[in-house]
């Protein structure tokens, strides 16, 4: 038995390198079935960020579909979704690169459908009896994203002709057919909602031409819906939060019935397009998935008797719920195994992974150095409690002083409406075995807790999300949990605006970390894409030039107050957050003679998928607390 070493906190070697992270950073998402196959997009930070269809055969071989000179990734709404579709062993995608729609049939190489240069497609889908695809379209008039259009089309395949099924709603989402291809269903919404604040479920019947007909709004309003989907029989089901949480509905001429009800959320945010929460296997049984408090679960629904049954197999994540008559497809992850397509037995829930983001032999290899999070509620501000997953610094190889605490990494997740979750995550693994304790928070206004708690975030963006933030990390180290004087605070996106907020208006943090973060909300409101155009309405208050309360939470404008290091990543292409942020709150800090960085990362919008730029960000988030925050140097 090898000793231990003594060493401090965050001095610790670890073989979970920079380069070992990063190379579990690539992504499997959006898993289809089509007949015998299963289907499912790997994004893959050594191919530069490419995304790859990729295809298991009955036989059990595993195959890419897509060729190398094809990335498949929609950039609808920015953050894309919906970027392929499965029918009768054909595959449709959007490529990237012309953003136009492919379709490759099995065995051949991929041939354009569309050919609109000034258009973006995303959520493909196929109206096989028609021979065309349904989606959502996305303009840009004089190359204009805030002024984007966006209708819901269909694509004659032969063609590429387009031919405008609805217009007039500023976004759509999740087009779907009934089973004889008669009617059609959609979620639309308006400026200044967001998909999570108000949307609208729309029905319309399809004559043979495939024109709609009888168009009605069916639900929607003053709650959030989420993925509707028709039955093998016929009935519309979908979700709603009318009631707080994200529960399972359906339609029919008589009415709404709830027919899954519970404090649990079976829906989750729309960032993206295509997402999928729950798939029916016959007419008489509904796989579901929900999470509730900070934990997944599956079951499967008797639909004649509405009898729900929950697996015993619990989930860190559950995403791409798919199903047909005899699989259930879905992407899946633990505290103690990283993501995985996987398949699962309806009579058990019994789960078998078919491809794993982390091969075994390096889960093997690095499994005796992960730290198991620890899901914690702590006090905050107004009497309320927040959410969050500690994970202790550890290490099998070190240990540090008896009399010292470590320090501890804070994260706040982007979005701000989305979740962080407890899933096996080398990046965090890369921090913990390195004697950081990390602790990431899901704050008032996250997902996963029911539309009251997202709802606490309406108009205190900045404010509360910061508070809760610095409330877990004064509760761990009132609890000699960590050190309270070595506080770090990291986060992407809207992440990094809380980050930001929280060195500049508040002293709890010694240094930090933003990641294409937001620093002037000014900026945010009036230079950003349409979807999230109107964001800010409901987080800081409807824009208006002049507003002080813009001013008055935008850190860009306090810099004097700031004292603490930071570190700015950013992509070069970023549209989302231009990259001018960042640099005027770099050049800000340059001036006030406070030690700064940035990393400026070419090929890259916002959030970072090449396996280099990867490395060298979190290489370069190390030297950076190395040189600001702890007692001994740090080592990659």
């Known amino acids: 038995m090898v000793s231990q070493q003594t060493g401090s906190f965050g001095s610790w070697i670890s073989p979970i390198t920079a380069d070992a992270a990063v190379a579990e950073t690539g992504s499997l998402s959006e898993p289809r079935i089509d007949g015998d196959n299963i289907y499912w997009i790997e994004g893959r930070p050594p191919e530069k960020g490419r995304n790859v269809v990729v295809a298991r055969a009955a036989d059990g071989t595993i195959r890419d579909i897509t060729p190398s000179a094809f990335n498949v990734r929609s950039q609808v709404y920015s953050y894309g979704g919906g970027a392929y579709a499965v029918s009768n062993n054909v595959v449709y995608f959007v490529n990237f690169g012309d953003n136009q729609i492919y379709q490759q049939v099995a065995g051949g190489a991929p041939t354009k459908i569309t050919s609109s ?16 695809l349904i989606a959502i379209r996305e303009e840009h008039p004089n190359g204009d994203v805030i002024k984007a259009i966006h209708t819901l ?11 405008t099924l609805d217009s007039g709603w500023d976004f759509y989402s999740s087009p779907t057919l009934n089973v004889d291809g008669s009617r059609l269903a959609w979620l639309s919404w308006q400026h200044p909602n967001m998909p999570w604040t108000s949307t609208y479920l729309n029905v319309a019947g399809l004559d043979q031409a495939g024109t709609l007909t009888d168009k009605q709004i069916v639900q929607g309003g003053s709650e959030s819906l989420f993925q509707p989907q028709w039955s093998p029989d016929g009935r519309l089901y979908f979700i709603s939060d009318r009631t707080d949480f994200w529960n399972l509905y359906r339609w029919n001429a008589s009415g709404v019935e709830r027919v899954l009800a519970r404090d649990a959320e079976f829906g989750v945010p729309q960032w993206q397009l295509g997402l999928s929460t729950y798939a029916f296997t016959s007419p008489d049984i509904l796989i579901y998935s929900f999470v509730q408090n900070g934990t997944w679960r599956l079951g499967w629904l008797e639909i004649p008797t509405l009898i729900a049954h929950d ?3 619990e989930f860190s994540s559950l995403s791409g719920v798919h199903a047909s008559a005899t699989t259930v497809v879905l992407r899946c992850a633990t505290m103690t195994s990283p993501p995985a397509i996987a398949t699962v037995d309806v009579n058990t829930g019994a789960v078998s992974p078919i491809k794993l983001l982390v091969p075994s032999d390096s ?13 914690i509620e702590f006090p905050t501000s107004n009497g309320d409690i927040a959410h969050a997953f500690y994970y202790r610094p550890y290490n099998p190889d070190w240990q540090a002083p008896a009399s010292e605490r470590p320090p501890l990494l804070v994260k706040s997740h982007g979005g ?10 080398f990046s965090v693994q890369f921090w913990t075995s390195r004697g950081f304790g990390v602790l990431d928070v899901n704050y008032r206004g996250s997902t996963g807790y029911g539309r009251k708690y997202r709802e606490r975030l309406y108009g205190q963006w900045g404010v509360i999300d910061v508070v809760d933030c610095i409330s877990g990390a004064k509760f761990l180290a009132a609890r000699g949990d960590v050190d309270g004087g070595r506080l770090a605070v990291r986060g992407g996106s809207a992440g990094g605006y809380t980050t930001l907020c929280g060195l500049t208006f508040h002293s709890e943090f010694a240094v930090g970390a933003s990641y294409y973060g937001i620093s002037d909300l000014v900026a945010l409101a009036t230079e950003t894409h349409k979807f999230e155009l109107h964001y800010t309405d409901w987080l800081i208050e409807p824009f208006r030039p002049n507003s002080a309360l813009y001013y008055d939470r935008s850190p860009i404008n306090f810099t004097d107050r700031l004292s603490a290091p930071v570190i700015f990543l950013h992509g070069k292409d970023d549209q989302v957050v231009p990259i001018n942020q960042a ?10 003679n406070i030690p700064t960085c ?26 950076f607390y190395s040189m600001n925050l702890t007692r001994a140097p740090l080592t990659s």
């Open 598 to 623: 940035l990393l400026i990362f070419q090929d890259e919008k916002h959030g970072f998928r090449q396996s280099a730029h990867l490395r060298q960000a979190l290489e370069a988030e190390l030297l």
């Open 153 to 163: 089309v269909a694509i004659d395949i032969a063609t590429g002709r387009e031919a």
């Open 117 to 132: 240069a000034k258009s973006l497609f995303a959520d493909i889908c196929v109206d096989a009896a028609r021979n065309r």
């Open 416 to 425: 701000p409406t989305t979740a962080t979750d407890s899933a096996l995550n």
């Open 311 to 313: 697996y015993p197999m």
């Open 583 to 592: 640099q005027r709150m770099y050049s800000a800090l340059q001036r006030r």
């Open 363 to 375: 889960l093997q290899k690095f499994q005796n150095y992960f730290s198991t999070p620890q899901p």
